[in-house]
């Protein structure tokens, strides 16, 4: 089914491989980063804490206006190839401000934010350009193909990330993803796809996606749940390589090798999270995703002993987790693909995201702050227990016994 999909559907197929570039090059950076700030900004954990939450800050600050933005004058596309652009010129900031011996953390944290911020337009645009391309029977080939590619980025992103600042520097790295970026908007300008009419223009427009998440049962629990699991894993986010790489002694390279060796199970979930969908259902599929995606992350504060012993549960943690997160991702996107109307659909991504990535902000401060009181072991223990917990909103809900895609919501005044 899926290489039939590419084959008839142009549009997609194009779109499918510039986010395939541009998912690869995010891992570069997602790696480079981080290692930047320890390796040669020497960042303590609370400015850990802070750069990653300037990061996800963008969600909490424009997703809601983004959303209503889009849905109100249309034009995603064009959305998307603008937020391309304009990514590829901040990252490179980076290695120009390093090769002028100007490079600093508040600089890394400004290009980090404004990267979100148009990084937040993309992501509320892509979902309806989304369904723009495809038929409603594909939704679960098109998410698995699409995740499938995040999955495999996941494999060769962060080796080649730790390969290239061990061997020239984290900014030098960023040009990578700078480059992906380019190729995402010049795939995105070939394709020319109907987008669906933007909405009307009425009364409460602005607030129209939160009232549709408030509504929905569907959309409710599965709000609560995502937003428990991603606080406490952008908390565990925040510090896993600076503990990985100033406790536990591993260095760039092999750090890269172990993020890589576990996305293994990335690419394992992207195959198997379609066929989950359909034996189990999507929805107690979904269910299971948020179990396996979270409970692993224990292993990284459980290591310890030999390096061999400490490398073989750091790739444990990073296996199970990128299986679950595939897993849980593909069935919740065809899940909303399908139950979200048309004329809402931005708003509703909009509303959902500045809940669901705006508390990750707060997380990361949240994890960075614990670590400077209580010490970044028990911190990550915590922190990782604690995001296992969010499943548990998932119980009362309808998902756990949802078998098939839902129908499209009606859309009431």
């Not at 400015?47 to 959303?67: I, T």
């Not at 996606?209 to 749940?225: H, K, N, T």
Request: overall charge positive.
């Amino acid at each position: 089914m899926i290489p039939q999909l590419l084959r008839r559907a142009g549009a997609f197929r194009w779109y499918w491989v510039g986010q395939t570039v541009s998912l690869f090059g995010d891992q570069i950076t997602y790696v480079a980063v981080p290692l930047v700030a320890v390796l040669y900004l020497h960042a303590s954990p609370a400015e850990m804490g802070y750069l990653v939450a300037a990061a996800w800050l963008p969600y909490l600050l424009f997703a809601l206006q983004a959303g209503a933005l889009v849905d109100r004058y249309g034009h995603r596309r064009l959305i998307m190839i603008g937020a391309d652009l304009g990514r590829a010129l901040l990252l490179l900031t980076v290695p120009a401000a390093a090769a002028l011996h100007h490079l600093a953390l508040l600089q890394l944290y400004a290009v980090i934010f404004l990267s979100g911020t148009l990084s937040t337009f993309f992501n509320v645009s892509m979902a309806t350009l989304f369904v723009s391309m495809l038929e409603r029977e594909d939704y679960l080939h098109g998410q698995s193909l699409l995740n499938g590619s995040r999955a495999f980025s996941f494999v060769g992103g962060p080796a080649v990330a730790g390969a290239l600042v061990q061997a020239f520097s984290g900014p030098v790295a960023l040009v990578v993803d700078a480059f992906s970026f380019l190729v995402s908007a010049l795939c995105l300008w070939r394709i020319k796809p109907v987008e669906p009419a933007i909405g009307e223009r009425g009364p409460g427009h602005f607030l129209e996606g939160v009232r549709f998440i408030a509504r929905s049962p569907v959309m409710r629990g599965s709000l609560a749940a995502t937003t428990t699991i991603n606080l406490f894993q952008l908390s565990y986010s925040a510090l896993a390589v600076l503990y990985v790489v100033r406790y536990l002694h591993i260095g760039p390279g092999l750090l890269g090798a172990i993020l890589s060796g576990g996305a293994v199970g990335g690419l394992l979930g992207s195959v198997l999270a379609g066929r989950l969908g359909r034996r189990l259902g999507v929805g107690p599929a979904y269910t299971l995703g948020c179990l396996i995606f979270t409970a692993p992350l224990v292993l990284t504060p459980l290591a310890g002993g030999p390096q061999v012993l400490v490398v073989a549960m750091l790739l444990g943690a990073a296996l199970g987790s990128s299986l679950g997160v595939m897993v849980l991702d593909i069935n919740v996107g065809a899940i909303f693909a399908a139950l979200i109307p048309n004329t809402l659909r931005s708003r509703v991504s909009g509303a959902y995201t500045v809940v669901n990535y705006g508390v990750r902000p707060v997380g990361s401060v949240l994890g960075g702050l614990a670590a400077s009181f209580f010490g970044v072991r028990p911190t990550l223990f915590v922190v990782t227990i604690a995001a296992m917990a969010g499943v548990l909103f998932l119980l009362p809900s309808p998902i756990p016994r949802m078998r098939e895609l839902p129908e499209p919501a009606a859309v009431t005044p």
